[in-house]
């Protein structure tokens, strides 16, 4: 379905995020016909560059991240000829005029305009003012800004109050791209969609729930920003923490931006204080020809965790007492993001203590490979007795929905979205802010105490304490070993 003509300025569009990210899934949405001719997107950036010169990149950029759909060179040419560029400093006047007179030549005149924040967020306040002060911006603009929302509740609160100077939290969409993978809304759907799960979905029959998101990859060149964050600003403060709060929300009245948004901050806010032996940190060390993370980072004394396990709970009616276990780290085994739900036990065992311990477990498998798997327990076949066993009732979306499970890249589906003008899965001020004020304390603690993260060896499961607190408590990591 195609939406409305839009023009977007990309703010930072010589930058990693716009190559990799925005310009391949602008193209593949493109592709998809959703585009119209009349649409433009404006490249600008502090580089000197011709139109003819960022047309150039932008090709480059397809060819590298946009796949086989970047082949078609009539398609590519026909995508670029929707593409301008203007130079512009961010701190200073020059260019912003330019920018402002190429954005009145608007061919469709209610085209939605949104600017895309590429840029750190050092730089939104000047942009901010300067696309109010040249006109460039009216109470139907829309502006995207991406992660690090600040580093701590402070900065983050800055940011907010400055963005809130020039705009209206209805034109504000920050992104967290975990919130446009497909089986990430498919959490929803799955909760509230069926009436199998939900009346099931509480302290009463739910042993404990584990988030893992594991990534093989290391720091990958991005040392300097890193260091700075580690894995708990860098993944646990937005991506799980919004996995978290998909698994954990209140059904919302309705499926609107802000009927969702205030029951995923109820349980931002009901996280109760952890307690420093229920968080595992980790740093990676060279193995199997990967360098260490220090190596990685170039800081022979780096403190800062490339992993993190931890156990918290929610302090409400519906998981008291439930403990939900999130992990993440780089450079582990593999690539594997899931949540599994684990039920109890039944109540009472007719088949007596041989039959063994059994329990539902339901997986939702994040990437690779987005399914959804039951776990049920059936009779062994054959005739010895009455021995159970538990199988996997799975759903894999791509054998279940063929070419239909090709779900779109997360930047096509958020990019899109800030056209349509829907905020459902953008994050709200307050719920950056209320995640910011629960994870504050536990990194203040540890700079406290000169926590030095557990070593665990590249491409492992992650330092044994992780493994150990799980034990500790009679369960074990689901996934990645
Ligand atoms: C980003 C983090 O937000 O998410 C990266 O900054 C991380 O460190 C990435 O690698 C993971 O995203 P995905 O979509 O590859 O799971």
């Known amino acids: 379905i195609p939406v409305q003509a839009f023009d977007l300025v990309v703010i930072g569009g010589t930058g990693d995020l716009a190559r990799r990210k925005i310009l391949p899934a602008l193209y593949k949405r493109f592709c998809a016909g959703q585009m119209s001719e009349t649409c433009r997107l404006i490249g600008a950036a502090r580089r000197d560059l011709s139109n003819e010169a960022y047309r150039s990149f932008v090709r480059e950029a397809l060819r590298e991240f946009a796949g086989e759909l970047a082949l078609d060179e009539d398609t590519v040419a026909g995508f670029c000829s929707l593409v301008h560029y203007v130079s512009i400093d961010a701190r200073g006047e020059g260019g912003w005029q330019s920018l402002s007179d190429l954005v009145g030549q608007t061919a469709s005149e209610d085209a939605v305009r949104a600017f895309y924040f590429s840029v750190g967020p050092g730089l939104f306040s000047d942009i901010a003012e300067r696309l109010k002060r040249f006109g460039l911006t009216d109470e139907d603009s829309r502006v995207v800004v991406e992660k690090p929302f600040g580093r701590d509740l402070e900065s983050a609160r800055a940011l907010n109050a400055q963005l809130a100077q020039y705009f209206d939290e209805s034109q504000i ?261 209320a995640a910011w004020a629960w994870t504050d304390p536990i990194i203040r603690g540890w700079e406290a105490r000169g926590d030095v993260p557990k070593p665990y060896d590249a491409y492992s499961a992650g330092p044994d304490d992780a493994t150990l607190m799980m034990r500790r408590d009679g369960r074990d990591w689901k996934g990645l070993s």
């Open 173 to 433: 969409y920050r992104i967290d791209h975990y919130l446009g993978k497909e089986t990430v809304q498919n959490l929803m759907a799955v909760r509230f969609g069926n009436m199998l799960f939900e009346p099931l979905w509480n302290a009463q029959y739910i042993d404990h729930i584990q988030i893992t998101v594991a990534e093989s990859v290391g720091v990958e060149g991005r040392g300097e920003y890193y260091e700075r964050a580690g894995a708990m600003r860098d993944m646990v403060q937005n991506h799980l923490m919004q996995l978290l709060c998909l698994i954990a929300m209140e059904p919302p009245a309705h499926f609107d931006p802000d009927a969702v948004r205030d029951e995923k901050l109820k349980v931002i806010r009901a996280l109760d204080v952890i307690q420093p032996h229920h968080i595992v940190r980790g740093q990676y060390t060279a193995s199997e020809g990967a360098l260490s993370y220090r190596e990685d980072v170039g800081n022979e004394r780096s403190k800062t965790e490339s992993f993190i396990a931890l156990k918290c709970h929610l302090n409400n009616w519906r998981w008291a007492g439930t403990p939900f276990y999130l992990r993440t780290g780089k450079r582990l085994s593999h690539r594997d993001s899931e949540i599994t739900v684990v039920f109890k036990d039944t109540p009472h065992s007719i088949f007596g203590p041989e039959a063994g311990r059994h329990r539902n477990e339901l997986t939702i498998q994040l990437q690779p490979n987005e399914g959804i798997t039951l776990g049920v327990t059936i009779k062994e076949p054959g005739p010895g007795g009455m021995r159970l066993v538990d199988v996997p009732l799975d759903m894999s979306f791509a054998e279940a929905l063929g070419p239909a499970a090709d779900a779109p890249d997360a930047y096509e589906r958020l990019i899109m979205d800030v056209i349509r003008g829907n905020q459902t899965l953008f994050m709200r001020n307050d719920e950056v802010e």
